[in-house]
């Protein structure tokens, strides 16, 4: 079986795009999120590890520690912010709806960085 690679972002990449957007979709109808934690690390390593070009500016992280509530992952250094892996995977993209279920010093700094709205 023969499957498409996206440039730069890979597989990793592909697998967030459909993460975030299923998320897009499910949390304004209030419907849980059945996401695996293994594919959310999956995505999380992505967004931290330098090849998320298109899903989050390099400096949105600058000088913060995410740790997440649900699973054993950590990345960075600075003001902590902690929470569920999936609620990390939405803020870090951008979707301030994401923002309340974060607890930590690094929620108004990561809060300030993203798009108004």
């Known amino acids: ?13 592909q697998l ?15 419907l849980p999120h ?16 330098g090849r998320a070009i298109g899903f989050t500016p390099r400096r949105r992280l600058a000088g ?3 740790e997440t509530t649900d699973l054993s992952w950590s990345w960075g250094t600075g003001d902590m912010l902690a929470g569920p892996a999936e609620a990390l995977m939405m803020a870090i993209t951008g979707r301030r709806v ?11 700094v990561l809060a300030g960085r993203l798009p108004a709205g």
């Open 98 to 108: 994401a923002v309340s279920d974060l607890d930590g010093p690094g929620v108004g």
């Open 64 to 66: 913060l520690r995410l």
């Open 1 to 13: 079986m023969e499957f498409f690679e996206p440039p730069v972002v890979g597989l990793p990449g």
């Open 34 to 49: 059945g996401l695996d934690l293994d594919r959310l690390r999956v995505s999380l390593d992505f967004l931290t590890g």
């Open 16 to 30: 967030t795009d459909l993460q975030v957007h299923g998320q897009d979709m499910r949390r304004p109808l209030g």
